[in-house]
């Protein structure tokens, strides 16, 4: 894994470009939620549904049987811990969340920026296929996607949105 290279598939003046083509109006909830989230603390049990949802309707099922409680207090420690292995490890903790889901999370309701661990993403970052998810993997996407947007000026929700359009349209 640590040979693993990121490289945007893009020129990084384009960012904004790609993200404007992104359907924003998609995002109108989840980050209402975040917001609020971040405000409390933790995310409720209908807020993990919606997030969960978002990301990836399949797991609905099994993230609808998590304990109210245990989303709550499992959130709480993932929002609230300076460990970044724990704050993104905590939440697969959770019925229906994978890594992917987990970077949802922190993407909208942690105070720190995080990006959203996909496979489009990886795929405008010159990763492909994409290895299996942990946390050194993980640790390494964050620190470039955070220099990346830092570069460039934009936000992490820019940045994806950008690295999310730009696989949607241009990968086979």
Request: net charge positive; with cysteine.
């Amino acid at each position: 894994m640590s040979r693993l290279r990121f490289k945007l598939r893009f020129a990084g003046s384009e960012v904004t470009k790609w993200a404007a083509r992104y359907d924003a109006a998609l995002d109108a909830r989840v980050e209402e939620i975040g917001e609020q989230a971040r405000r409390r603390g933790y995310l409720s049990h209908d807020d993990l549904r919606v997030l969960g949802h978002w990301k990836t309707p399949r797991s609905a099922p099994r993230i609808a049987r998590n304990d109210p409680e245990f989303v709550r207090e499992t959130t709480r420690v993932a929002l609230g811990t300076a460990s970044e292995r724990l704050r993104i490890e905590a939440l697969t903790l959770l019925e229906g969340v994978e890594w992917p889901t987990a970077s949802v999370i922190l993407h909208f309701a942690h105070r720190d920026r995080y990006p959203i661990l996909d496979y489009r993403a990886l795929w405008s970052l010159g990763v492909s296929p994409p290895p299996r998810y942990g946390f050194e993997l993980w640790q390494a996407y964050v620190d470039f996607t955070r220099a990346t947007a830092d570069r460039w000026g934009v936000s992490m929700r820019c940045l994806d949105r950008a690295l999310w359009q730009f696989s949607k349209e241009r990968q086979g």
